[in-house]
């Protein structure tokens, strides 16, 4: 089945959460959102889990029972151990005895949680907690598996093992549907959705969202129009979006975070001139 | 010599039998950006306060402005913890009065992207804002540390330039800055780079410093989830970069024959190490797969 929103948008009062969103999940694939605090990302996720309602557009994913949805915050149970978090879960989707058994232990394996099956969830550091929420949501390898900022705040070596189970779960058949505020994880993506204020400033792969990216960015030390500057470790890059920098310009390759805010800048700048 | 700002000479900490930090020796200057890194639970944040003389060390002493971290020393300190400090049932503007009268300094102006915010509860605004919020509240006293943990977690990317700008500028005029952050981008903004792994100092530096002597090999192939499942499989520690795939500290010749045995036909390129590969590596070391 197809899994995508079309044309969604939400409001929450005179806020426009989610204005115009389409986006499609294609099994066997991992999607990451990406964008700011406040962007939409998790609007546009509990949208395809039904928790919020569609002003306008329409989705289609599959029912309660085919997805595997973490939320933001701890998503798991901070007075249960480990085993017994991933037993109740379990236990919801029908999966007991020596099923249930096997699969706990595969996951724990691949989280590199096996050594804590016993600690109690709220003993964890915040990158093991995250992993156990993850597991959590994939137990019953749902259909279309929906991570709400699995990796915020989580050290790299535990982004790695959450990529890992990620992928794995996409190469073997899941729809996966993430946010992130991570770029260089979104670039791992099959498929990248920058949110900007409840829009998609760009979507695609990631080598089609560089094709598509349009006028120039120039590497400075004195930016030219400071409003359309930014600062990238030791200098600052500059966009000029009708690629007309001065003569001389070093012109660089832009990589997604260059575009990520480059994109910003103008969707900030269109805004205070329509407003 | 100068006297450094922020000083550790062979601090440990031990609760109950487990070594949060061990033995470790470090020091800030003025006008430098230390960056500090290691996984959840490597001590980056027990070590922070000791520094700031928050906790109590087991063996060691610590120095901050040249003396035992006390109260007068810290009025000089500007510190936001991960957790922010603020106080979400008060507005923003009296979140920044009550941190400006605590140091007897005055409120700061309000930045406009701030001024909209002014009477709301913090406790009602968005991440991103009440991160904004905190960094005021710290440099209300222009203190000459600023100790930051985790500034830019959940932050956008234009959000998180603009605060890099904020310590850059800090920095310039003489404040000494210890960051900890997990965005390896971020680790290279730095003028050096610490190394936590299990309570233990493992490296600094620069990023090449870091890196130290582990390698990588990138694997270029048309059928990524194939490759990946069948190097995971062979237990090599593999991570996913876009479509390629890139391996750690491993031969290359074992790579291409574990990729043919799996009927895998792909390229393979020595590129640099990142610190997250090091990072991995030392993870592995500890519990070996």
């Known amino acids: ?275 | 010599m100068t006297e450094a700002l922020l000083r550790a000479d062979g601090v440990t900490r031990r609760f109950g039998d487990f070594t949060a930090v061990d033995a470790v020796s470090m020091q800030l200057q003025r006008g430098e950006v230390v960056g500090l890194l290691g996984a959840n639970g490597a001590g980056k944040t027990t070590l922070i306060r000791m520094l700031l003389g928050l906790l109590a060390t087991t063996a060691g002493t610590v120095a901050l402005l040249g003396g035992p971290p006390d109260r007068e020393r810290r009025r000089r300190l500007g510190y936001v913890p991960q957790s922010l400090g603020l106080y979400r049932d008060l507005t923003v503007r009296e979140n920044l009065s009550f941190g400006a009268q605590a140091y007897g300094a005055r409120p700061p102006l309000l930045p406009p992207e701030l001024a909209r915010y002014a009477d709301v509860l913090v406790g009602d605004l968005s991440l991103g804002v009440q991160r904004q919020a905190a960094f005021l509240v710290a440099l209300a006293h222009t203190p000459e540390v600023l100790v930051l943990d985790e500034p830019t977690s959940g932050v956008d990317a234009l959000a998180r330039a603009s605060l890099w700008d904020t310590i850059r500028e800090e920095a310039d005029r003489g404040v000494g800055v210890l960051v900890t952050t997990h965005y390896m981008e971020e680790a290279q903004e730095c003028d050096r780079l610490l190394l936590l792994a299990d309570g233990r100092l493992v490296a600094e530096g620069s990023e090449a410093d870091i890196v130290g002597p582990t390698t990588a090999v990138a694997v270029h192939t048309d059928d990524w989830a194939s490759a990946f499942a069948a190097l995971n499989r062979a237990g090599v520690p593999v991570i996913l970069a876009g479509r390629a795939i890139r391996v750690a500290d491993t031969d290359s010749d074992e790579l291409r024959s574990t990729l043919a045995a799996a009927g895998i036909d792909a390229r393979l390129e020595p590129v640099r190490a990142t610190i997250e590969e090091r990072m991995l590596m030392l993870a592995r070391g500890r519990a070996p797969a």
């Open chain 1, 1 to 275: 089945m197809t899994i995508a929103l079309q044309s969604a948008t939400v409001r929450f009062g005179a806020v426009v959460a989610l204005d115009d969103v389409t986006i499609e999940v294609p099994p066997g694939s991992v999607v990451a959102v990406v964008g700011g605090d406040g962007a939409g990302k998790s609007t546009l996720l509990r949208a395809f889990v039904r928790e919020v309602t569609l002003d306008r557009g329409s989705v289609q994913a599959p029912d309660k029972r085919q997805f595997g949805y973490l939320p933001a915050g701890p998503g798991c149970w901070a007075a249960l151990s480990v085993r017994q978090n991933l037993d109740f879960v379990g236990g919801i989707y029908g999966l007991t005895g020596a099923a249930l058994a096997a699969r706990r232990a595969e996951l724990l394996d691949r989280a590199g949680l096996s050594d804590a099956a016993d600690r109690l969830a709220g003993q964890l550091s915040g990158g093991m907690r995250r992993k156990l929420a993850a597991c959590m949501a994939m137990i019953h390898r749902p259909a279309l598996l929906i991570l709400d900022e699995p990796s915020t705040g989580v050290d790299p070596v535990s982004r790695i093992d959450l990529w890992r189970m990620v992928s794995e779960a996409a190469a073997a058949g899941a729809a996966v549907l993430m946010s992130t505020t991570y770029l260089d994880e979104a670039e791992r993506a099959a498929h990248l959705a920058v949110l900007d204020a409840g829009r998609v400033l760009v979507q695609g792969s990631y080598d089609e969202v560089r094709a598509g990216f349009v006028g120039a960015v120039t590497r400075t030390e004195r930016p030219v129009r400071a409003e359309w500057a930014w600062r990238r470790g030791r200098e600052r890059h500059e966009y000029w979006p009708d690629a007309d920098p001065p003569a001389g310009s070093t012109i660089l390759e832009p990589d997604l975070e260059d575009i990520v805010i480059a994109l910003s800048l103008v969707r900030r700048a269109g805004t205070v001139v329509s407003s």
